[in-house]
């Protein structure tokens, strides 16, 4: 480690695009609150790397999700694991910073902790152990320094067992809307201004579709019955752009399935959405646009949760908010005449459009709205570790 702070190293891992938005923003903020006096190293993204990474290899080696994707992979996950701790020994960086990704991230960290050389360790986005497996709490204190918690009710379940941990922000909060987007989106796809139109986002997994995409069509065959100049917008992500394309070809309401490159403006061109549960609500929160959630899993993962999940509620929202301020129908009770339902109260009564939105402002403040960036207050956390160290070193 260093012995003063003028240009100190980081190390930082994400393996997923989400970990990479994060890593981003905390190494713009690092650079600007150091005035560029800060050396980065580690494995990320396009956009660390456009924040000055130069990663230790492609980042997409860690993006794998589900047990028969993770199998013929895993030689190379291991591999990635041993380079990595290999990597972080050979430098000796002032300070580690994990994002996310706890399979790959805490198998490197202990790693790191078997060879006996001291280093300060970060980890960015706190397990959801107020959701279940509580446990896993003490189990990480017992490797990391700090943790910097997306949400603010998290730092008190990890002060218990020991474990620094400091609420930066949701990175939500710092999206910026287009209202002008809304016309652009409904001019392109030949829209009118007067025109009623859904968006549905039926998850970005091949499972998720496959349980929802089916009830949520229903749902909007109801709804057009009712209001018979709907419009469905379906923004879709790459690896399901055909499939769902294909499925809805034979709804009977006007769908158009676009891209993540049109999400943000098909968000503002919204009357409403009908969403799975999901960061895409807090997304649809920050747009302004009233929605529902439904959502299904299949009847093992449904008992099992009923045994393990404390929490109440699916949506984030309503989880900060202790109430369901956005309307969930989970399991059994995601039928299409349920959404419908809803979905038409919210299109056509406006004091319930206005409640879900006040509502909505709300939990988005809790989150961190009206603040300083997450970036920024994750840039001054790690800062004062490093700082700590420095004097415990001396």
Request: proline share 6%.
């Amino acid at each position: 480690m260093t012995t003063e702070l003028s240009s100190p190293l980081v190390f930082l891992i994400a393996g997923e695009n989400s970990g990479d938005a994060l890593g981003a923003s905390l190494m713009g903020a690092l650079r600007d609150k150091t005035h560029d006096k800060v050396r980065f190293a580690g494995v990320g993204g396009p956009e660390m790397t456009a924040e000055g990474l130069s990663s230790l290899f492609p980042m997409q080696d860690l993006a794998v999700m589900g047990v028969f994707e993770v199998i013929p992979k895993l030689p190379t996950l291991l591999r990635r694991m041993g380079e990595t701790a290999d990597e972080i020994e050979r430098l000796k960086p002032d300070v580690l910073i994990t994002i996310d990704a706890p399979d790959f991230c805490f198998r490197v960290i202990k790693k790191i902790k078997a060879r006996s050389f001291s280093i300060p360790i970060v980890h960015y986005v706190a397990p959801s152990v107020w959701a279940w497996r509580s446990g896993r709490a003490a189990k990480v204190a017992k490797f990391l320094d700090h943790l910097l918690c997306l949400l603010p009710f998290e730092p008190p379940y990890f002060h218990a067992v020991g474990l620094d941990a400091t609420f930066v922000g949701h990175p939500v909060v710092t999206r910026q809307i287009d209202e002008a987007g809304r016309a652009a989106f409904r001019s392109r796809h030949a829209i009118g201004a007067e025109t009623k139109v859904m968006c549905v986002l039926p998850g970005s997994r091949s499972g998720e579709v496959e349980r929802l995409l089916e009830v949520f069509g229903e749902t909007m065959q109801r709804l057009y019955t009712h209001i018979p100049d709907l419009v469905v917008v379906i923004p879709a992500v790459a690896h399901l752009h055909g499939k769902i394309a294909q499925t809805v070809s034979s709804w009977a309401v006007p769908t158009h399935v676009v891209g993540q490159d049109e999400k943000a403006e098909a968000y503002v061109a919204s009357d409403a959405a009908l969403a799975a549960s999901g960061t895409v609500t807090l997304e649809l929160a920050m747009a302004g646009v009233v929605h529902v959630i439904g959502y299904r899993v299949n009847a093992l993962t449904a008992f099992l949760g009923r045994l393990l999940i404390k929490t109440p509620y699916a949506n984030l929202i309503n989880i900060c908010l202790h109430r369901e301020a956005v309307p969930e129908f989970i399991q059994d009770q995601c039928t299409a005449d349920n959404l419908a339902q809803e979905l038409e109260r919210l299109l056509t009564d406006e004091r319930a459009r206005t409640a879900q939105r006040h509502s909505a402002i709300e939990a988005l403040t809790q989150l961190g709205l009206g603040g300083p960036p997450p970036g920024d207050r994750a840039a001054d956390v790690v800062l004062s570790v490093l700082h700590q160290a420095l004097q415990e070193e001396n």
